[in-house]
Nanobody, 124 residues
């Protein structure tokens, strides 16, 4: 079974740091883009950061300069280093993988995967 498993959420004071990690498991040949999204209470899910297979990155304006996304293709993992955290960063963070190449009955198919979500709380 192909899935994403996240880790690293928790509670931190404003100005603190957390690192989120996400690992894709199963028989995967390659992954195109990976990223992180978040959903705060009462709000829609929003993009935080993405990283392509070519290591091109994209960040939400609200996290630029504070968050850094990285990936390890050998391990099919993506991480999000979050520094200078603010109360408004409080949300459930979801890992996403697009263009996940897996073997199908005839050839290959491409999946979109989501992790189960991990809660990040920034509060004093």
């Amino acid at each position: 079974q192909v899935q994403l498993v996240e880790s690293g959420g928790g509670s931190v004071q404003p100005g603190g740091s957390l690192r989120l990690s996400c690992a894709a498991s199963g028989s995967i040949f390659s992954i195109n883009a990976m990223g992180w999204y978040r959903q705060a209470p009462g709000k829609e899910r929003e993009l935080v950061a993405t990283i392509s297979s070519g290591i091109s990155t994209n960040y939400a304006d609200s996290v630029k300069g504070r968050f850094t996304i990285s990936r390890d293709d050998a391990k099919n993992t993506v991480s999000l280093q979050m520094n200078s955290l603010k109360p408004e960063d409080t949300a459930v963070y979801y890992c996403n993988a697009n263009g996940v190449k897996v073997r199908a009955s005839f050839g290959y198919r491409y999946l979109v995967l989501w992790g189960q979500g991990t809660l990040v709380t920034v509060s004093s």
